[in-house]
């Protein structure tokens, strides 16, 4: 891994600690930690190693430490029913806890397939939405309370920023509690989107398990439709989904709803690395502003 010292040295996950933690897991293991690619620096820090192939998580914020058994839960469940999905990298008990730092660890798979589409997406997801219940119980699906656990946890946050936020979750809180779904409910991915399908060379599969719960399957077709709406994401990719499902959430009542809750998440799952990664700061800045003047047309970029 390249080591930036520069960038942010205060954190309690900087680049170099990063590549310390990444070090003890992998030595706990018997894996090789040498030319350690980071992939991700968000809720995770995601690496693909260079000797073997392997995929290694390491969670960094304590508010998220509880997804780790439940991705290790759903990974197993979805192996089970053989779903096509990324594979825990088999004799090892998940998630590891090294030195404090929580991880697990993935059969790595190239992605040297078709790039994926909304089709793909939804195929994957009615097939996950079809299976029989699990035979453990995954958490119920409660959105904000990821938001919530995220604001305690900022490793920095201007107060009026936090106040706006606290009052926006409440705000919106309270429409979620009023809706009434039509679809049917049952086990989701939790965050759907293209980013979390792998194209391997055999199949498409489904990846970042961490928020599989049991919710409405509404939510798993709404990420697309606001990457449609957020990011400039061509609308032939939620079409494709809407079609390919069944299901046009964006013509939904309760989709405006759903899109604030999703906008919520995807604006405060940096505040836990404010100081470790403040290459974030710019784009959090973007969306509070957005958020504040209530502009639903601004475009965002993805946090890196």
């Not at 990457?227 to 939904?252: C, I, K, P, Q, S």
Request: one cysteine or more; proline letters at 7%; a positive charge.
């Amino acid at each position: 891994m390249t080591v930036d010292v520069q960038a942010g040295t205060s954190g309690r996950y900087t680049r170099p600690k990063l590549a310390t933690a990444l070090r003890a897991i992998c030595d706990a293991v018997g894996l090789d930690s040498r030319g350690a690619r980071l992939l991700r620096f968000v809720n995770n820090a995601v690496f693909q190693l260079s000797a073997q192939p392997v995929v290694v998580r390491i969670v960094l914020s304590p508010s998220l430490r509880h997804r780790a058994d439940n991705v290790v839960k759903a990974a197993t469940w979805l192996a089970e029913h053989d779903v096509p999905a990324v594979r825990l990298l088999p004799g090892i008990a998940q998630p590891i806890e090294v030195d404090g730092h929580l991880a697990t660890l993935w059969q790595s798979v190239p992605e040297n397939g078709p790039r994926p589409t909304g089709f793909d997406l939804a195929r994957l997801l009615r097939r996950m939405h079809e299976l029989p219940h699990a035979p453990f119980s995954f958490h119920r699906w409660e959105p904000l309370l990821d938001v919530r656990r995220r604001l305690a946890d900022a490793e920095e946050l201007d107060g009026g920023d936090r106040d706006f936020l606290e009052l926006r979750v409440d705000e919106v809180e309270s429409e979620l509690a009023s809706l009434r779904f039509p679809l049917r409910q049952g086990a989701i991915h939790g965050d759907a989107h293209l980013g979390n399908l792998i194209s391997g060379s055999a199949e498409m599969l489904l990846c970042d398990l961490d928020s599989v719960c049991v919710g409405p399957r509404e939510w798993d077709l709404t990420p697309l439709a606001v990457g449609m709406l957020r990011f400039g994401h061509g609308t032939e990719r939620y079409r494709a989904l809407a079609r390919g499902y069944g299901f046009d959430v964006t013509r939904w009542p309760g989709f405006r709803v759903l899109r604030q809750v999703r906008e919520l998440k995807l604006t405060t799952g940096v505040l836990p690395i404010l100081r470790s990664n403040p290459d974030v700061r710019p784009e959090l800045a973007r969306r509070l502003k957005t958020f504040r003047s209530g502009d639903m047309s601004a475009k965002w970029t993805p946090y890196q």
